[in-house]
């Protein structure tokens, strides 16, 4: 049993390991040190950022929705790419199953706009 058919994928693997261990490292090494109240706050788009209860604040539920949105037509688009590379094997079937598929995310999504949950307030 040869490892030659494997051995762009496991190379790919260490490339990928090695990639990540020297960018941490490296950034450890050569980054600034010079901590503030400023860069140890939570990020908010450079407004100050508002008092939070004890508890912790509560986010609106737009903000869940809009996410799970995100992540269905997200999903979408992993469904098209194994369709376009394989779409001359695929043939007439496979393209009316893909029109029936975008077809029927296009009426959720039109659902979703007309029911205002692409409106962010």
Known sequence: MTLSPYA???GLFALAAF???FSVASARI???RR???A???AYECGIEPSPQPVGGGRFPIKFYLTAMLFIVFDIEIIF???WAVSFDQLGLFGFVEMVMFIGTVFIAYAYVWRRGGLDWD
């Open 39 to 41: 860069k140890l706050d």
């Open 80 to 82: 098209l790419y194994p």
């Open 35 to 37: 901590y503030n109240r």
């Open 30 to 32: 050569a980054g600034p």
């Open 19 to 21: 990639f990540a261990l």
């Open 8 to 10: 762009p994928i496991l």
